[in-house]
């Protein structure tokens, strides 16, 4: 009997540090890049090469009060290779075949969500406050992320996308 219950006792540490090791290890959302170009916002979203972009998306960070917030702009079907690879020009539509009319300077808040659904209905998302992603001192090339400074193509390591050869 002593030795039943030692082993379930065994058994039940491993069981709970596995499920810890397990809940530490769930990965943390790839990082999008943001940066102003002017007067314009550009996001470049984590993607892979074999990812296929359906629609953008754009909603407001801070609105809570629905399940389902109110998509501010938005555009589908990427015809550029910039499009296609995931750097996007917000209210532009510059590089999709369709998207919602420019919103007024006045109407942008402070915190935006950004996303991508793919054909499947999935995708990705990320926040991006507009005064830090202003402020953030920025060399060509660059984005803006919650982890500071990245290239298009370390935005994109972030997925470890398998090769598709």
Not at 108 to 125: E, F, H, K, Q, T
Request: aromatic letters at 8%; a positive charge.
């Amino acid at each position: 009997m002593v030795g039943s219950v030692s082993v379930l006792a065994v058994l039940a540490a491993v069981g709970a540090w596995m499920y810890f090791v397990y809940r530490l290890s769930d990965p943390v959302p790839a990082a999008f890049g943001a940066r102003v170009d002017g007067k314009s916002i550009v996001v470049k979203m984590a993607l892979c090469p074999t990812d296929v972009i359906r629609r953008v998306e754009v909603t407001d960070a801070d609105d809570d009060k629905s399940a389902n917030p109110k998509v501010l702009w938005c555009a589908s079907n990427p015809t550029t290779a910039a499009a296609r690879s995931g750097v996007v020009k917000l209210w532009s539509g510059e590089g999709f075949e369709r998207h919602a009319p420019e919103l007024a300077q006045s109407a942008i808040p402070r915190n935006l969500v950004v996303g991508y659904v793919d054909p499947s209905g999935g995708g990705l998302d990320d926040v991006f406050t507009l005064r830090t992603v202003s402020a953030a001192k920025l060399k060509p090339g660059q984005y803006w992320t919650r982890d500071g400074a990245r290239t298009a193509a370390q935005i994109d390591a972030q997925l470890n996308c398998r090769s598709s050869n």
